[in-house]
């Protein structure tokens, strides 16, 4: 006899989503429960749509439980470092800055903040928590300040570099709660000391709207 | 049973408490053949569920039952 089955390419999301101690038996768990009460209850296509509730919760529970936010954040600093280098071979190409990539960077920044906020669920004494949350907070706060600043000031260097060290930083936190990660959150507060110096050092002559204005200005 | 898999995480928080063990065993042809996962509490976890029990039977003695809402 054969069995009716939820579609294979949901069991083959399934098992990417899950995690490798529980897959085997949460794939045969909601296999056991879709053939025996769903799949008999509700007909094929709504026992389908509900196997793919399922995979979602699955997601959404693993993505919560931390294992995703790492790997998340680790996309996050491979597009900002893959924007870096683009940035600084358009500085080195055309002279100017890049707006539009140091944008980039900085909305990366901000996203990576927040979702190192809505992430946590740290392990660890209250002193390491209240750090690294610190420290999230900053980047997400530095984040949106940079965007707002690019809009107004045309001078970035160092920018890119710092954005480097930061987005590296909260790549570097580890969800475990070791020493190491206490330095990661105290890099990420760092960053938001450098942030402030370097906004403060900003120079009213150098306020051009953009770098094409200022050079329209010096011609 | 509407959300088999909202009990995995806590679950898997209890296990890491050491307030459960489980041990994987082979699975039925309705499973397709995969394993099955049976948990299993330990002699913490049984003392866990005796404080959490006298805890609720403690808030809710003298309690009227049901509760009613007051005008």
Redesign the interface.
Known sequence: MIRESPPDWLQKVLSLVSNARDREAISGDLLEEYREEQLPRLGSGRATCWYLRQVISVALIRLSGGRLVKQFLQLMCLFAAAAGVWLGVMESILQHPGYAGRMVIDVFIVVQGLATLFFFRLKGSSFYRAGVTAGAIAVALLGGMAVVRILQAPHFEGFVLNDWFALDSARRIDFGGSGTDALSALGLVTQAAYRVRVRDSEKPEQDCATTTLCVVRET | ?R????L??TL?RLEQKGLLVSR?EE??????G????FYQMTADGVKALNEAKAALDRMWRGTKWPVEVKA
Do not use: N
């Not at chain 2, 959300?3 to 909202?6: I, M």
């Open positions: 049973m959300s088999p898999l909202a995995y995480a898997d994987l699975g039925t042809p309705v499973r397709g995969r394993v099955r996962r």
